[in-house]
């Protein structure tokens, strides 16, 4: 079955870049349903998307976060990533990762998730 | 750009209890909506796909309903385990919306 890991750093100085990875196993990134994505958790608080993307195609994100994010895929790797530029005390969270199901117009879900990797933004 | 709002914020019920969660978004969405489910210190997991398909291994007692701008999800008789934060989630064009979530929690 399908499963995700995320990995990176999980301390990032203020205004340095957070970079993140997803590792996909048990699958291929390549099926025309599946898109990757990312999401985060503030301590305490609810589920804010940040990106999603498809292996070949145009990444699409968070209007809020747009000019600070971008998402990448490798599939040679089976991988796909995250980076957040500029980042605050703000963007100190849980980052998920999550294959995004949308092989038709409506279709709209994400499963699976990775277990999430919490990162700090601190001097 | 979408937002969805859930009701009630926080939901006091005892075992046994019936729930009915509220998502509402503010336009009209493009997509199926979702919903998954939450415990604490654990990851988000896919409850409902498509408004009303269950995922995978999720019991009969949950169920999703609703069209246009408003859809519910329906616990119908709380198990101890089903005391969690449930979301809802939908995708507007190409944006992308969680819900603030809805806390079901033992009475």
């Known amino acids: 079955q399908l499963q995700l890991r995320e990995s990176g750093p999980r301390l990032v100085k203020p205004s340095e870049t957070l970079s993140l990875t997803c590792t996909v196993s048990?699958?291929?990134?390549?099926?025309?349903?599946?898109?990757w994505g990312w999401i985060r958790q503030p301590p305490g608080k609810g589920l804010e998307w940040i990106g999603t993307?498809?292996?070949?195609?145009?990444?699409y994100y968070n209007p809020s976060l747009k000019s600070r994010a971008t998402l990448s895929v490798d599939t040679s790797k089976n991988q796909f990533s995250l980076k957040l530029k500029s980042v605050t005390a703000a963007d100190t969270a849980i980052y998920y990762c999550?294959?995004?199901?949308?092989?038709?117009?409506?279709?709209?879900?994400?499963?699976?998730w990775g277990q999430g990797t919490l990162v700090a933004v601190s001097s | 750009e979408i937002v969805l709002t859930q009701s009630p914020a926080t939901l006091s019920l005892s075992p046994g209890e019936r729930a009915t969660l509220s998502c509402r978004a503010s336009?009209?969405?493009?997509?199926?909506l979702a919903w998954y489910q939450q415990k604490p210190g654990q990851t988000p997991r896919l409850l409902i796909y498509?408004?009303?398909k269950r995922a995978t291994g999720i019991p009969a007692r949950f169920s999703g309903s609703g069209s246009g701008t408003e859809f519910t999800l329906t616990i119908s008789s709380l198990e101890p385990e089903d005391f969690a934060i449930y979301y809802c989630q939908q995708r507007t064009n190409w944006v992308l919306a969680f819900g603030g979530g809805t806390r079901v929690e033992i009475k």
């Open positions: 336009q009209s969405p493009t997509s199926y």
């Open positions: 048990g699958g291929s990134m390549t099926n025309y349903t599946d898109y």
């Open positions: 498509e408004t009303s």
């Open positions: 993307m498809y292996y070949s195609g145009t990444p």
């Open positions: 999550a294959r995004y199901i949308w092989g038709s117009y409506r279709d709209n879900w994400f499963d699976p």
